[in-house]
């Protein structure tokens, strides 16, 4: 490598991890640095993330990685970010950080979002945003800001989500990047514009004003300031472009271009994504739409904070074990064979909004080698509810792509091969947040056309797990048992709930 050589930027900012990669023309992956994040929980039920923290994790990151690999900032030529979705970013009138970032595991408007069911919002909704409403929505927690922080609520300046923050703490520039914010309830999808009416019903047409100008991830918004360049070492001047919502990162690496597959993403949140070349109508269930970056077509997607995150929970709170040693204490007890099940519903669920984690068939002769396979078939069963509904609406799949951190085990892609009846197809290419974000700068920069040439140069190699036949049967009898306790614990939770609405009796 010499000091000639050319290279983009790609930086993600995820649940977990900051993460930041340097790609070639040729989209190679030629370095990669990352640094836990910290989740701020100042109470059951709050997911927060301090914004100056998450911008310093951001630059000790970049200088870390510009160190590492040798590269100087002049080298670079663009820039693109990738980030989860949901969740609230807000800049105060001075343009100062309003508090602590909001996630999307957050599940403070929890009673808001039941209120909003029962007046019949979503229905109204859905037709114009396509979009469900979930509590780490960004029009969730701006309403439970106006009814419990009225005096912050007063205060926003300007609302973003993850990277829109980032970018605007590289460049000073502020926008909501459209693959991500047209999945917020603030955007009309038909029309591709926000829609000052969607906030009127949700009872926010305070903060329409603080929407920062909509961008395109491959637009160039900004350039690197002189004060980020001398804390990062990148060079002032350098393009930023809007980058992407991390699940179209993930269905570019994973090469989705059809309906012929999906891509299951396997991290914090379950997401099961198909592209479209249209809004459906009349479909099966309300899936989720996005605006992607091919045009005319829009990623279609369930999702939910239900996947692997559940496992890292466990381990970290009963006995740090490595990947490898999990994957062999999981292969070592015979498939489906406890009774033991495991309701991934630590960070929110898909089977209900009152639904909450734990585990049930437990008994004293089970060892913690049933804990991690009942986490992993939780898991599995939790990634086949979305997987289902998605096959109703995308039926001619032949084949599930699967990423994320999961995806390096095979004792996991068995299992999930062997529950869906699916060949699982894994694209080797480690960090999809960073190389789509790459890919979105190099767009943005002219070395591409468009997404579909730069996703064309992609040619990291696919390995295939093919489901075992002789496994299906013995799951879905265990898939079943997880379904009827699920619908057995939203009863119980219809009856407890009951219970509050009882009258103290007369003294």
């Not at 804990?371 to 609406?393: D, I, P």
Request: hydrophobic share 40%.
């Amino acid at each position: 490598m010499s000091n000639h050589d050319v290279f983009w930027l790609g930086i993600d900012c995820g649940g977990t991890y900051l993460k930041a990669g340097l790609y070639d023309r040729q989209c190679r992956e030629i370095a990669t640095e990352k640094q836990v994040l910290q989740t701020i929980s100042p109470q059951p039920g709050f997911a927060e993330r301090d914004m100056p923290a998450l911008w310093q994790a951001c630059a000790n990151t970049l200088c870390a990685l510009l160190k590492r690999s040798g590269v100087k900032g002049t080298q670079i030529k663009g820039i693109g970010i990738s980030a989860q979705g949901k969740g609230l970013f807000l800049l105060d009138k001075q343009d100062q950080p309003l508090g602590h970032a909001i996630l999307s595991s957050d599940r403070r408007a929890l009673q808001i979002v039941q209120r909003w069911q029962q007046d019949g919002i979503p229905e109204r909704l859905y037709p114009l945003t396509r979009q469900t409403l979930w509590t780490g929505h960004p029009v969730s927690l701006l309403r439970w800001l106006k009814e419990h922080q009225p005096e912050r609520y007063r205060r926003i300046g300007c609302v973003m989500m993850a990277h829109d923050y980032l970018r605007w703490c590289l460049t000073g520039v502020k926008g909501c990047e459209e693959s991500n914010i047209s999945e917020s309830n603030f955007y009309h999808m038909q029309r591709g514009e926000f829609d000052p009416q969607l906030l009127a019903w949700l009872g926010i047409s305070e903060v329409f004003p603080a929407l920062p100008p909509m961008v395109k991830s491959a637009q160039v918004c900004g350039v690197i300031t002189p004060e980020v360049a001398a804390v990062t070492g990148l060079e002032a001047g350098t393009p930023v472009v809007g980058g992407l919502f991390d699940v179209v990162s993930t269905a570019l690496c994973a090469g989705l271009h059809d309906e012929t597959a999906l891509n299951a993403v396997m991290g914090t949140w379950a997401v099961t994504s198909g592209l479209a070349n249209g809004l459906g109508e009349q479909e099966p269930h309300p899936y989720v739409y996005g605006r992607y970056v091919l045009p005319g077509q829009f990623i279609v997607h369930e999702a939910s904070p239900t996947s692997s995150a559940n496992l890292e929970w466990l381990t970290a709170r009963f006995g740090e074990m490595s990947f490898d040693a999990i994957n062999t204490a999981v292969a070592a007890l015979p498939k489906a064979s406890s009774e033991v099940l495991f309701l991934p519903f630590l960070y929110g669920s898909n089977a209900g909004l009152e639904m909450t984690s734990g585990f049930y068939g437990l008994q004293s002769l089970h060892h913690r080698g049933h804990l991690l396979q009942a986490v992993y078939e939780g898991v599995v069963f939790s990634h086949m509810t979305h997987l289902n509904r998605m096959r109703e609406r995308f039926t001619a799949v032949k084949t599930l792509r699967v990423t994320g951190g999961p995806a390096r085990s095979d004792v996991w892609m068995q299992m999930l091969a062997d529950v869906s009846g699916l060949p699982v197809e894994l694209p080797q290419v480690e960090e999809t947040g960073c190389l789509g974000a790459a890919l979105s700068a190099l767009v943005g920069t002219g070395v591409f056309s468009c997404f579909a040439q730069a996703q064309r140069q992609l040619s990291h190699a696919t390995r295939v797990i093919q489901p075992d036949p002789d496994a299906w049967q013995a799951y879905q009898h265990k898939y079943q048992q997880y379904q009827l306790l699920i619908q057995a614990l939203q009863g119980f939770h219809a009856r407890s709930a009951a219970l509050h609405v009882l009258k103290e009796p007369t003294l």
